[in-house]
């Protein structure tokens, strides 16, 4: 619904926000893409928090999404290198499309009085939780699938990715079988 209708802008976000919501890439990530950076294996991030280069492989659905999008993009804005643009053909900025993400975020009425509104950031967390209870249970695979995702996100160590996570009952499963084998005598 973002206006107007018939441009590149509502594809633009709805590009945007999917592909944040399924890779869990920094918003900053995002918006530094350029068309060079899409590769057969994935996402070429070479503009990281922590000034290092690091490939983001994709799911078949987030590739058909960008593809989708990609040709919107030539057909309607074929100007400029960056994958995300504005109506001008210009890279989009942090401020605009946090300002539209709140836009969004209140046509679908998506804050509940009394609690912190969806953001942006949010996403990334939100990834990195699913991806955690997606991993195989058990805890040496749980320890495994945290390296794994730490180096995904690209955070220098796991401790940053600990951060990200939240206890939900899928998670809380596997420490409550650990935490029973142990009080019944078994090793952590």
Same mark, same amino acid.
């Given at each position: 619904?973002?206006?107007?209708?018939?441009?590149?802008?509502?594809?633009?976000?709805?590009?945007?926000?999917?592909?944040?919501?399924?890779?869990?890439?920094?918003?900053?990530?995002?918006?530094?893409?350029?068309?060079?950076?899409?590769?057969?294996?994935?996402?070429? @991030?070479?503009?990281?928090?922590?000034?290092?280069?690091?490939?983001?492989?994709?799911?078949?659905?987030?590739?058909?999404?960008?593809?989708?999008?990609?040709?919107?993009?030539?057909?309607?804005?074929?100007?400029?290198?960056?994958?995300?643009?504005?109506?001008?053909?210009?890279?989009?900025?942090?401020?605009?499309?946090?300002?539209?993400?709140? @836009?969004?975020?209140?046509?679908?009425?998506?804050?509940?009085?009394?609690?912190?509104?969806?953001?942006?950031?949010?996403?990334?967390?939100?990834?990195?939780?699913?991806?955690?209870?997606?991993?195989?249970?058990?805890?040496?695979? @749980?320890?495994?699938?945290?390296? &794994?995702?730490?180096?995904?996100?690209?955070?220098?160590? @796991?401790?940053?990715?600990?951060?990200?996570?939240? &206890?939900?009952?899928?998670?809380?499963?596997?420490?409550?079988?650990?935490?029973?084998?142990?009080?019944?005598?078994?090793?952590?």
């Amino acid at each position: 619904r973002l206006s107007p209708p018939d441009s590149l802008r509502p594809h633009t976000y709805a590009a945007l926000i999917s592909l944040l919501a399924a890779t869990g890439l920094r918003i900053s990530e995002a918006l530094t893409l350029t068309l060079a950076d899409i590769t057969s294996e994935g996402l070429l @991030i070479r503009k990281t928090k922590f000034q290092k280069t690091r490939l983001v492989p994709l799911h078949d659905t987030a590739v058909a999404g960008l593809d989708q999008y990609l040709r919107h993009r030539q057909r309607l804005q074929p100007r400029g290198d960056w994958v995300f643009v504005s109506t001008r053909g210009h890279q989009l900025a942090y401020r605009d499309v946090h300002a539209v993400f709140r @836009i969004l975020v209140a046509a679908a009425h998506l804050h509940a009085a009394g609690t912190r509104a969806p953001s942006l950031h949010g996403l990334r967390h939100t990834f990195a939780v699913r991806a955690l209870e997606a991993s195989p249970t058990g805890r040496q695979r @749980i320890g495994y699938a945290m390296r &794994a995702l730490a180096t995904y996100l690209g955070h220098v160590s @796991i401790a940053s990715t600990y951060w990200y996570l939240e &206890a939900t009952p899928e998670l809380l499963v596997d420490v409550a079988v650990t935490g029973e084998h142990f009080v019944s005598g078994g090793q952590p």
